[in-house]
């Protein structure tokens, strides 16, 4: 199975603030990677699939980047609602696999 | 407007059997694939199955033996049974509608499921 090591597991910052959150893959996935945003009690939500692009209606400061082994999300400027935990998502190859998960919080 | 939506029971005894089901709305089991995916508390996301939407299976490797994955395409409904359960099967259970090509697109919020005496 691919192991997806997601970094930071923690990370806290500031409104205004530009954060980056990083999923290594233990083997080449291409671009088939994406990102989701979990609140307590929601359910998951898609923000970018395929590495780069932004699901529809998703707000532009998301982006993702990367390739082969190494992903990043980027919030560009934070806001207080995107307080939440992000995990990465595999779907190169079956099993898909995980993210351990980063939570943001603010400071 | 697409929905999922997960019931079952919250509590389980050890060894016996799990029945969720995954409620769908906004699209049609037999024209998007469905996963179940389930998370134990503190730890990460782990692929359970999937329904094609041509009805055939996959599971995970390390569950299949004890799993079922099911439907009713005139209820749009997609069934999870999972057998001899134990207690680290506690955690959460999610159906997933998938998105062609890219992973999940929807989900449900989950329900939370703990399996003890």
Redesign the interface.
Known sequence: DIQMTQSPSFLSASVGDRVTINCKASQNINRYLNWYQQKLGEAPKLLIYNANSLQTGIPSRFSGSGSGTDFTLTISSLQPEDVATYFCLQHNSWPYTFGAGTKLELK | QVR?KESGPRLVQPSQTLSVTCTVSGFSVTSYHV?WVRQPPGK????VGAIWKGGST?Y??ALKSRLSISRDTSKNQVFLKMNSLQTDDTGTY?C?KH?PN?????????VMVTVSS
Request: aromatic share 24%; proline share 0%.
């Open positions: 999922l996963s990460g996301l782990e692929w996959d995970n490797s999610y997933a998105l890219s992973g999940f697109d929807y989900w449900g919020q989950g």
